[in-house]
């Protein structure tokens, strides 16, 4: 089976946020209606576009993956060019540094791939990847805040805005996430 796209962008060996840096900047120049093939090789990227997709008011048709390639199908919107929606809660890294050391009862939780997670995160953190979060959100408490984190603070705007609107009040994207985390870590991997 072909499936036939207007436009191709590789993505190829590139991880979160980058795959949809570059699917953002293709879909600009995208006609309305037209389909546009995003080819990835990481396992976030479908989540990654399909949420993005969404907060910015196109059509996320599929992925297909083709021996580790990832091909993600996505129809630019037919309205006018749309505002692409973020999370208008957020929080530095610091702000959630203090809150941490200071003991507040709040969940921070950690959309990342597992292996990201892993690596190294905040102790304490709950790993849901993004990708997973629609059928685990049940496992959230919804009366504490969240701080939701993520690598640059992407996933985590997509998540928040998912938590939002599932119900869940008092939600904070974490800005700018791991990337710039200068707090304790915790690692599982064994060296």
């Known amino acids: ?23 953002k900047k293709a879909m600009n120049e995208l006609e309305a209606g037209h389909v546009m093939e995003v080819q990835a090789t990481d396992r976030g990227s479908a989540a990654d576009l399909r949420a993005w997709a969404e ?12 021996g580790g390639l990832l091909k993600h199908y996505l129809r630019k919107s037919a309205g006018e060019e749309l505002q692409e929606k973020k999370h208008p809660h957020k929080a530095g890294n610091d702000e959630l540094q203090r809150l941490l050391t200071a003991g507040d009862a709040l969940t921070v939780l950690d959309v990342r791939e597992s292996a990201e997670y ?9 790993s849901i990847p993004l990708g997973e979060l629609r059928a685990r ?28 609107e599932a119900g869940f009040a008092k939600v904070y994207n974490v800005l700018p996430g791991m990337s710039g985390w200068s707090g304790m870590k915790v690692s599982e991997v064994q060296s």
């Open 118 to 126: 892993l690596f190294g995160h905040i102790p304490g953190s709950v």
């Open 137 to 164: 959100i049940g496992e959230l408490d919804g009366e504490k805040p969240l701080y939701v984190v993520c690598r640059t603070g992407s996933r985590s705007d997509l998540a928040a805005q998912l938590l939002a």
């Open 55 to 66: 907060s910015a008011g196109h059509q996320y048709l599929g992925t297909v993956e083709d």
């Open 1 to 23: 089976m072909i499936i036939k796209s207007n436009q191709m962008v590789d993505a190829k060996g590139l991880a979160c946020p980058m795959p949809i840096v570059r699917t």
